[in-house]
């Protein structure tokens, strides 16, 4: 979508043509929600995200139902959905119950969350950092065994709200672990959204060194001090290609209070279509979407393309 033939599309040196979006808004975003979404909302809405182009969608969480409520519809949700095509839905597995869960389901990609602090660790999975790495060890396994592929998040790559700064050798260290346990791909989750485009090229060029190639890195950033926009521009001239988003920015973390919501995926897209980078998303229907979605969480969206545009159509 264009408005007056806006964004004026103006490429920059060194940037890829395309990125693909992980757009997490029908996972990460409604988890956050203080009452639980209906099930067939949900469906709609992960459809019309496919509609809008997103191939990539994040569709639900195979955690206990007790520590997300929200999400507690996962095996009446994923069969609803089982008709999509062309769009790949990974979901997050906390242990092995919740990849059974899952693989019964049919679920051909999945995630692990892991922390690059101890704190959060302890807070978010109730054990220590290795701890918490043993138990995602045989997970990873037994997926690549059954030949699904493994997205590893990682939490608080550059900031924690009880620690403080994070050193980028702790995680680079659990970014290695996950990658050596068999994860095809890493999210550097700025969890609390502190990061600087500075220590977004420092952490990449860190990680390449410690053998973890760019083409297998995703970014996860919160727009917290307003920084996600820059901080995902640096990844791309980083070589970054995958970016995580969250539909009408919804979005934070339970567990870690100062985290305001995701990169909104419209905002995101707005500032692609701009560089000219490709997405194959229609911001139009995706911003329909977003608004979609409000009326139903009854508040407006917070991310500025968002309100923007849906003006413009009033």
């Given at each position: 979508?264009?408005?007056?033939?806006?964004?004026?599309?103006?490429?920059?040196?060194?940037?890829?043509?395309?990125?693909?979006?992980?757009?997490?808004?029908?996972?990460?975003?409604?988890?956050?929600?203080?009452?639980?979404?209906?099930?067939?909302?949900?469906?709609?809405?992960?459809?019309?995200?496919?509609?809008?182009?997103?191939?990539?969608?994040?569709?639900?969480?195979?955690?206990?139902?007790?520590?997300?409520?929200?999400?507690?519809?996962?095996?009446?949700?994923?069969?609803?959905?089982?008709?999509?095509?062309?769009?790949?839905?990974?979901?997050?597995?906390?242990?092995?119950?919740?990849?059974?869960?899952?693989?019964?389901?049919?679920?051909?990609?999945?995630?692990?969350?892991?922390?690059?602090?101890?704190?959060?660790?302890?807070?978010?999975?109730?054990?220590?950092?290795?701890?918490?790495?043993?138990?995602?060890?045989?997970?990873?396994?037994?997926?690549?065994?059954?030949?699904?592929?493994?997205?590893?998040?990682?939490?608080?790559?550059?900031?924690?709200?009880?620690?403080?700064?994070?050193?980028?050798?702790?995680?680079?260290?659990?970014?290695?672990?996950?990658?050596?346990?068999?994860?095809?791909?890493?999210?550097?989750?700025?969890?609390?959204?502190?990061?600087?485009?500075?220590?977004?090229?420092?952490?990449?060029s860190l990680l390449n060194e410690n053998g973890?190639?760019?083409?297998?890195?995703?970014?996860?950033?919160?727009?917290?001090?307003?920084?996600?926009?820059?901080?995902?521009?640096?990844?791309?001239?980083?070589?970054?290609?995958?970016?995580?988003?969250?539909?009408?920015?919804?979005?934070?973390?339970?567990?870690?209070?100062?985290?305001?919501?995701?990169?909104?995926?419209?905002?995101?897209?707005?500032?692609?279509?701009?560089?000219?980078?490709?997405?194959?998303?229609?911001?139009?229907?995706?911003?329909?979407?977003?608004?979609?979605?409000?009326?139903?969480l009854d508040r407006p969206s917070p991310s500025?393309?968002?309100?923007?545009?849906?003006?413009?159509?009033?």
């Open positions: 979508m264009s408005v007056d033939g806006l964004p004026m599309v103006v490429p920059a040196p060194d940037l890829p043509a395309r990125v693909r979006i992980h757009e997490v808004g029908a996972r990460d975003g409604l988890q956050n929600e203080k009452m639980a979404v209906p099930t067939s909302v949900k469906a709609e809405f992960i459809r019309r995200l496919a509609d809008a182009g997103l191939t990539t969608i994040e569709a639900t969480s195979f955690v206990h139902p007790k520590w997300v409520p929200q999400l507690a519809d996962a095996e009446e949700l994923y069969p609803l959905l089982s008709d999509l095509s062309g769009v790949e839905l990974p979901v997050l597995v906390p242990n092995q119950r919740g990849l059974d869960r899952a693989l019964a389901l049919g679920a051909q990609r999945v995630a692990v969350f892991a922390s690059a602090t101890e704190s959060f660790a302890k807070a978010n999975l109730n054990r220590t950092l290795d701890e918490s790495l043993a138990v995602f060890a045989p997970v990873v396994r037994r997926a690549k065994d059954e030949g699904v592929h493994v997205r590893g998040y990682v939490s608080m790559c550059f900031g924690d709200p009880w620690e403080g700064a994070v050193p980028l050798h702790q995680v680079a260290r659990v970014c290695t672990a996950l990658r050596d346990m068999g994860c095809d791909e890493l999210s550097l989750g700025d969890t609390i959204g502190v990061a600087t485009p500075g220590h977004v090229l420092e952490l990449l973890v190639p760019t083409n297998e890195i995703g970014v996860h950033f919160h727009d917290t001090y307003g920084q996600a926009l820059a901080n995902t521009l640096a990844a791309l001239q980083h070589g970054v290609t995958t970016v995580d988003a969250s539909a009408g920015g919804l979005g934070g973390c339970p567990y870690a209070k100062s985290a305001t919501g995701n990169l909104a995926t419209e905002d995101l897209v707005w500032m692609l279509h701009g560089l000219g980078i490709e997405t194959g998303v229609d911001l139009g229907r995706l911003t329909a979407t977003s608004v979609w979605m409000a009326a139903h500025r393309t968002v309100r923007a545009l849906s003006h413009k159509d009033q």
